[in-house]
């Protein structure tokens, strides 16, 4: 008889099991967003190096290059005594020492290959497309004589990348900021974001430190802006579901 009822139970679990809808599995996933982009950025490499005696007089945001960007992101400019000359001269120091230590200058370039390959790896199609500095802010960025490749949306793409300390006993620390607009293949607007780091390694109390140790202060920062590579997936190219 027990046995007739562990038949029975198991009987009816089957046919119930059975009659369970099952997950299709020729179900089409959904489409992918953005499929074909192409990425127009900034092909030359800056280094800005900023503490906070540079004032913003010259202007504030991306448009203006590294130190413009420098400030708008967290550098209070006024409490310090030295001039945006200095800072010129430190941006140009830095960039040279490690254009002497490492040859040239390739980190916008390195970026946005990563990058790319970040989007391949999703069944994207990518094209690479290198240009001047977009201007603008973020939402509104442009670029002079820009065309579309038929077929691919673009992704403007601006990257700042640098050195800064934001108060009298802070640390220098690489800053970086990734600001990209996309467009549709008519270059009206779709969407816009940006990715920032300010609170990264290595840390250099003196410049003169770190210009010194110019190589590690590099890789330090080359790090830190390929570490942006996944945020900029996660938020506008994922993965197909």
Known sequence: MKRIIIFSTVAVMLVACAGRPKHATNEAPEPLSHPRIEIVYNAKSELGVLDTGATPTVGLGGPLGPVGMLVTIGIDAASRNSSLNQVAS????FKQAVQDSSGELTLHEEYVERLADAMRATGREVKITPRERATGAARKMELAGLTATPGYEVMLLRITAGYGAPSLTSDFRPIIVVEYALRDDKLQPI???SATSNRGSPSYFSYDTWLKENKAAYEGLRQELF?????VMNNDFPKQE
């Open 227 to 231: 570490a942006t590579v996944g945020r």
């Open 90 to 93: 430190r941006s140009q120091r």
């Open 191 to 193: 969407t816009w974001n």
